[in-house]
């Protein structure tokens, strides 16, 4: 089946420096794709919703200026949480569908900031 | 009250016992209904897909929707241990819709 795959699983970073995340469509073209950020215990939060080729459509007060998302290609997006702080440590998942299929979701990057 | 509740567990059974995992949601305007299993540190992935009030079956899981009382459940029968994992319940209002509201996810272990 369709795979949608995170890189990097895991980062860790110093406060203040940018990190990026790419999440990529491996057997389909993702004409979107979406962000969410998931806290321990809590509920997947959609973050942005990215179409290939235009701006990503951010959800109410997810900070534009904070986490850059590029969909450059149908099969690819990136997340860049940038000047990241202890704060913006979580799992960062993206998925991907192609127009109107199945949700299929990466695996998810855990960025610790510290 | 928030959109879809669902009690976070962790909920522990038996090897060999059914597993009911529940969720509850105030938007009569949802009509469709998922159920995803996330395993520690990977994502969610699709369990169960239902539109209609009934149940639907797929192997050992069934997942029920009772939309007159806003009321959603998935059933595991024989649960394994390899079933140990957060479940959460997900639901939209139409279906080529991306607005997927997510509960917070069930913890489920299961012991051999």
């Known amino acids: 089946g369709a795979v949608v795959s995170q890189h990097p699983s895991r980062v860790i970073c110093k406060s203040g420096t940018s990190v990026k995340i790419e999440c990529r469509s491996l057997d389909f073209q993702a004409t979107t794709m979406f962000w969410y950020r998931q806290f321990p215990k809590k509920s997947l939060m959609l973050m942005a919703t990215s179409n290939e080729g235009s701006k990503a459509t951010y959800e109410q007060g997810v900070e534009k200026d904070k986490f850059l998302i590029n969909h450059a290609s149908l099969t690819l997006s990136t997340l860049t949480v940038t000047s990241a702080h202890p704060e913006d440590s979580s799992f960062y998942i993206c998925?991907?569908?192609?127009?109107?299929?199945?949700?299929?979701f990466g695996e998810g990057s855990r960025l610790t900031v510290l | 009250q928030k959109e879809v509740e669902q009690d976070p567990g962790p909920l522990s059974v038996p090897e060999g016992a059914i597993v009911s995992l529940n969720c509850t949601y105030s938007n009569s305007a949802f009509q469709y209904f998922m159920w995803y299993r996330q395993y520690s540190r990977k994502g969610p992935e699709l369990l169960m897909y239902?539109?209609?009030?009934g149940n639907k079956e797929d192997g050992r899981f069934t997942a029920q929707v009772d939309k007159s009382s806003k009321y959603i459940s998935l059933f595991i029968r024989d649960s394994q241990p390899s079933d140990s994992a957060t479940y959460l319940c997900?639901?939209?209002?139409?279906?080529?819709?991306?607005?997927?509201?997510f509960g917070k996810g069930t913890k489920l272990s299961v012991i051999p």
């Open positions: 997900a639901m939209s209002v139409g279906a080529g819709s991306y607005q997927l509201t």
């Open positions: 239902t539109y209609s009030s």
């Open positions: 998925s991907a569908r192609e127009a109107f299929g199945e949700l299929f």
